[in-house]
């Protein structure tokens, strides 16, 4: 393989596992996962909470996928540093940035990760599982619609 076929299918990974992790976060951890997820939305001591589950899950899935591909396939190799890569990114952005783990400090005032803090914020204001806004990581919808929706999810509910 050359290295734009090397590159390439490390950014089709990350890309994939935006949708992946949207759909997994919106159907899974906030469906029948929700008994490891449901930790992610309530005050946590200490460094690791239930939902930590899923990464450690996750990532013993990617260790398989290395090592299939340096025996089998060096394709399936570079997918899981797609999906490494992905993780990274993730744990910067989702566990660093906005729920600032490991003592990180920094709220974004303007830009991409302005807008990426409001929309995770805005999904955790959601108490519960079901109602809950803003599934993915790295795509963030504005969150003034974020508002809105929630606003509209709450009238409906008085309403019925």
Same mark, same amino acid.
């Given at each position: 393989?050359?290295?734009?076929?090397?590159?390439?299918?490390?950014?089709?990974?990350?890309?994939?596992?935006?949708?992946?992790?949207?759909?997994?976060?919106?159907?899974?951890?906030?469906?029948?996962?929700?008994?490891?997820?449901?930790?992610?939305?309530?005050?946590?001591?200490?460094?690791?909470?239930?939902?930590?589950?899923?990464?450690?899950?996750?990532?013993?899935?990617?260790?398989?996928?290395?090592?299939?591909?340096?025996?089998?396939?060096?394709?399936?190799?570079?997918?899981?540093?797609?999906?490494?890569?992905?993780?990274?990114?993730?744990?910067? &952005?989702?566990?660093?940035?906005?729920?600032?783990?490991?003592?990180?400090?920094?709220?974004?005032?303007?830009?991409?990760?302005?807008?990426?803090?409001?929309?995770?914020?805005?999904?955790?204001?959601?108490?519960?599982?079901?109602?809950? &806004?803003?599934?993915?990581?790295?795509?963030?919808?504005?969150?003034?619609?974020?508002?809105?929706?929630?606003?509209?999810?709450?009238?409906?509910?008085?309403?019925?």
């Amino acid at each position: 393989m050359n290295w734009y076929e090397k590159l390439g299918i490390v950014v089709a990974m990350v890309v994939f596992m935006e949708v992946f992790a949207w759909a997994t976060h919106k159907y899974v951890m906030h469906g029948f996962g929700w008994g490891w997820h449901a930790s992610h939305h309530e005050e946590t001591h200490g460094w690791f909470e239930k939902n930590d589950l899923y990464a450690i899950s996750f990532a013993f899935i990617v260790m398989g996928l290395f090592t299939a591909g340096a025996i089998w396939s060096a394709p399936l190799w570079w997918a899981a540093m797609g999906i490494t890569v992905y993780g990274g990114i993730y744990a910067f &952005v989702h566990d660093m940035l906005v729920h600032q783990r490991g003592g990180f400090r920094w709220v974004p005032r303007k830009g991409y990760f302005k807008r990426l803090h409001q929309a995770h914020k805005l999904h955790h204001a959601v108490r519960g599982k079901t109602g809950t &806004v803003s599934h993915g990581f790295l795509i963030a919808e504005d969150p003034a619609r974020l508002k809105a929706k929630i606003k509209a999810r709450a009238r409906d509910k008085t309403a019925a």
